[in-house]
């Protein structure tokens, strides 16, 4: 198996999501990879309704034991921003899907994360939708960033957005938060566009996950693949009417592999902040690229300080290996025999 990670021990991991189809994969690579102790869900792609519904969905369909806790409807300062053109207004654009037969848990995700991460030291937040919840736990308890062992996050770029020419979706839908989670005290490694557009979704990637959920064609052994397949496809459709390819970026499993499998990263840091005020550019990551930051350098001019954080800037994957690490998650999660 690629990266095969079995001689050392899994990283405790809480997913912050806001699912859609690459929060699912997210969640999925967590669990197979991770210990996965609880989902938080938070305003994103769709609605805070829909996505705590799509994220219980996921642990339904992959037969995951794990808590989900719903957490922030809207951004600190913002307006509500979601993905329809992506993700449909659901957040889960494409397959027919079972009716649900499970729920949330109490408390609200932000005091679960408080508590949690209060009872447990060293663990990571993944997070993968707006920074919401992250950002207001953090302010609630200032000392849950000196607890943790970092926070992963899928967000940002250092060329160019996609949710506007300079701005990618989860830093626009909430900088003011993101500002928060980058300057607080802790680890951070950051998987933006520019990461996660080389691990991509396309029609071959489907055609794999279809072969998982039902082997040589014959009876569905695995459902929970076979909703994936028609969320990505239906992805491919949307990018198809967008921009005219069949390709997109799997964004959110890099953040779960860059804490699971981070031999598999180049990661550099760098001074890093978001834009919060300019017209065309809120919500902009600004990655300085050009300099190599090492612990505990302190020789290099920051300008703006107080702006720019140190953060682990992933650079680069090994793309077969993370696709690989996908395919047999779904795999593996989607027909473990205890379910
Ligand atoms: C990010 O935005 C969302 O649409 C995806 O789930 C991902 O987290 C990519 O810009
Ligand atoms: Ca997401």
Same mark, same amino acid.
């Given at each position: 198996?690629?990266?095969?990670?079995a001689?050392?021990?899994?990283?405790?991991?809480?997913?912050?999501?806001?699912? @859609?189809?690459?929060? +699912?994969? !997210?969640?999925?690579? /967590?669990? &197979?990879y991770? *210990?996965? #102790?609880?989902?938080?869900?938070?305003?994103?792609?769709?609605?805070?309704?829909?996505?705590?519904?799509?994220?219980?969905?996921?642990?339904?369909?992959f037969?995951?034991?794990?808590?989900?806790?719903?957490?922030?409807?809207?951004?600190?300062?913002?307006?509500?921003?979601?993905?329809?053109?992506?993700?449909?207004?659901?957040?889960?654009?494409?397959?027919?899907?079972?009716?649900?037969d499970?729920?949330?848990?109490?408390?609200?995700?932000?005091?679960?994360?408080?508590?949690?991460?209060?009872?447990?030291?060293?663990?990571?937040?993944?997070?993968?939708?707006?920074?919401?919840?992250?950002?207001?736990?953090?302010?609630?308890?200032?000392?849950?960033?000196?607890?943790?062992?970092?926070?992963?996050?899928?967000?940002?770029?250092?060329?160019? @957005?996609?949710?506007? +020419?300079? !701005?990618?979706?989860? /830093?626009l &839908?909430?900088? *003011?938060? #993101?500002?928060v989670?980058?300057?607080?005290?802790?680890?951070?490694?950051?998987c933006?566009?520019?990461?996660?557009?080389q691990?991509t979704?396309?029609?071959?990637?489907?055609?794999?996950?279809?072969?998982?959920?039902?082997?040589?064609?014959?009876?569905?052994?695995?459902?929970?693949?076979?909703?994936?397949?028609?969320?990505?496809?239906?992805?491919?459709?949307?990018?198809?009417?967008?921009?005219?390819?069949?390709?997109?970026?799997?964004?959110?499993?890099?953040?779960?592999?860059?804490?699971?499998?981070?031999?598999?990263?180049?990661?550099v840091?760098?001074?890093?902040?978001?834009?919060?005020?300019?017209?065309?550019?809120?919500?902009?990551t600004?990655?300085?690229?050009r300099?190599?930051?090492?612990?505990?350098?302190?020789?290099?001019?920051?300008?703006?300080?107080?702006?720019?954080?140190p953060?682990?800037?992933?650079?680069s994957?090994?793309?077969?290996?993370?696709?690989?690490?996908?395919?047999?998650?779904?795999?593996q999660?989607?027909?473990?025999?205890?379910?």
């Amino acid at each position: 198996m690629a990266g095969d990670t079995a001689d050392r021990p899994k990283p405790r991991l809480i997913v912050d999501c806001d699912p @859609g189809q690459d929060d +699912a994969v !997210a969640i999925v690579v /967590a669990a &197979a990879y991770g *210990e996965l #102790l609880g989902i938080t869900t938070v305003g994103g792609n769709a609605p805070l309704a829909d996505v705590t519904r799509n994220a219980l969905l996921t642990c339904q369909l992959f037969g995951l034991d794990v808590p989900v806790y719903a957490g922030e409807a809207t951004p600190l300062k913002a307006e509500p921003l979601h993905a329809p053109e992506i993700h449909g207004t659901s957040g889960f654009a494409g397959p027919s899907l079972p009716e649900l037969d499970r729920e949330p848990e109490h408390p609200h995700a932000v005091e679960y994360l408080i508590e949690r991460v209060r009872a447990d030291e060293g663990l990571w937040l993944v997070q993968i939708g707006p920074a919401t919840n992250v950002a207001t736990a953090f302010a609630k308890a200032p000392d849950l960033p000196g607890r943790l062992a970092g926070v992963s996050f899928m967000g940002g770029s250092a060329s160019g @957005g996609n949710r506007t +020419a300079a !701005a990618e979706f989860n /830093a626009l &839908a909430d900088p *003011e938060a #993101l500002d928060v989670v980058l300057g607080s005290d802790t680890e951070i490694r950051m998987c933006g566009l520019d990461l996660t557009m080389q691990l991509t979704v396309d029609d071959q990637l489907v055609s794999d996950i279809r072969d998982v959920a039902a082997p040589d064609g014959g009876a569905l052994g695995n459902p929970g693949a076979k909703v994936i397949a028609d969320l990505f496809g239906h992805y491919l459709e949307r990018i198809e009417a967008l921009a005219g390819h069949r390709v997109g970026g799997l964004h959110d499993p890099c953040a779960v592999l860059a804490v699971t499998h981070p031999e598999l990263f180049e990661m550099v840091k760098r001074p890093t902040g978001v834009e919060l005020r300019g017209s065309l550019t809120r919500g902009m990551t600004v990655v300085d690229r050009r300099s190599r930051v090492s612990e505990g350098d302190t020789g290099i001019p920051w300008t703006d300080a107080g702006q720019f954080h140190p953060v682990w800037h992933c650079v680069s994957l090994d793309v077969v290996a993370a696709r690989s690490l996908v395919v047999d998650a779904l795999n593996q999660v989607g027909t473990k025999s205890d379910r």
